[in-house]
């Protein structure tokens, strides 16, 4: 919280600088649980002052998909639809009310993202916005048992590996080498058809 606080206070002394924003929004998913709303729109914020923050889109993708995780019980739901409903029939904008499509905006960030950061530049970034593009992609395709999207995820998989992810020991290797082998079964077994 005294974090928080801290990056708040630089945030409102410094209003037009989009990193200020930036760091709000990455402190606000310190919470426990993370603040997801206020990350949003802090960091929707730093990318309105600065659109070629690639890490802020990265940011927001990743609130994006755990907005997507976020257990909705019987009437968030139900209000949910029905904002997403008044969304599709009204193009009232990114379902205010409602909560679908979080994983397609996080797709659509997480690749602005990658456009915006140049490889040679920071290799390290651009594979960690593979490995999440590669998780939105096959959260998306787990959802939905859609193939393309479980090819797309294998694909950013391999791409983030290439250029030199490291990812460690425990449970963050456990689930992306789980994933890809998946992605490359799934893959594998729909090309055999």
Request: proline share 3%.
């Amino acid at each position: 919280d005294a974090e928080i606080e801290r990056a708040r206070r630089a945030a409102a002394a410094g209003s037009k600088t989009p990193v200020n924003h930036f760091v709000l929004g990455v402190a606000y998913t310190w919470r426990t649980p993370p603040d997801l709303d206020a990350a949003k729109k802090a960091l929707s914020r730093a990318i309105d002052l600065n659109p070629q923050l690639a890490v802020a889109y990265l940011a927001r993708g990743w609130v994006h998909e755990m907005k997507e995780l976020q257990k909705r019980g019987f009437f968030a739901a139900f209000f949910g639809g029905l904002g997403d409903a008044l969304t599709l029939m009204f193009g009232a904008g990114e379902g205010a009310l409602g909560g679908s499509g979080w994983l397609e905006l996080a797709i659509d960030d997480y690749r602005t993202a990658l456009r915006l950061n140049p490889e040679s530049a920071q290799p390290e970034l651009e594979a960690q916005i593979l490995l999440n593009l590669g998780n939105a992609h096959y959260r998306l395709g787990d959802q939905a048992n859609d193939r393309t999207n479980v090819e797309l995820a294998y694909l950013r998989y391999t791409d983030a590996l290439r250029i030199g992810l490291e990812l460690g020991a425990g449970r963050r290797a456990f689930v992306f080498w789980e994933r890809l082998g998946r992605s490359a079964a799934w893959r594998g077994a729909w090309a055999d058809s």
